[in-house]
């Protein structure tokens, strides 16, 4: 089994940058596919964007395509997300997840707690 931890949310002024990490413990991530998603305030979890095993491979939300992106470190057991131009409706809380690559929730049977992400317009 492996545990995830998720960092580096915040708040930040609308067109400004985070970065948020993902560090596993427990097993190594290199044999999981990683995604990022996250849910808003009374909406559903929704997909962010997943990276497969070997990093060769990404899929992102269309809401976040050229602004996000995804990067992993498997020696580090850890996977990065770089938010730029962030904009309010990217407000919410960022999980982290390890699974099979898809853009499903249920692709991920590991999945963190959660860091939150503000973005004040």
């Known amino acids: 089994q492996v545990q995830l931890v998720e960092s580096g949310g915040g708040l930040v002024q609308a067109g400004g940058s985070l970065r948020l990490s993902c560090a596993a413990s427990?097993?190594?991530?290199?044999?999981?596919?990683m995604g990022w998603f996250r849910q808003a305030p009374g909406k559903e979890r929704e997909f962010v964007v997943a990276?497969?095993?070997?990093?060769?491979?990404?899929v992102y939300a269309d809401s976040v395509k050229g602004r996000f992106f995804i990067s992993r470190d498997n020696a580090k057991n850890t996977v990065y997300l770089q938010m730029n131009s962030l904009k309010p409706e990217d407000t919410a809380l960022y999980y982290c997840?390890?699974?099979?690559?898809?853009?499903?929730?249920?692709?991920?049977?590991?999945w963190g707690q959660g860091t939150q992400v503000t973005v004040s317009s």
């Open positions: 997840a390890a699974g099979s690559l898809g853009l499903l929730y249920s692709n991920y049977p590991y």
């Open positions: 990276i497969s095993q070997s990093g060769g491979s990404t």
């Open positions: 427990g097993r190594t991530i290199g044999i999981y596919a």
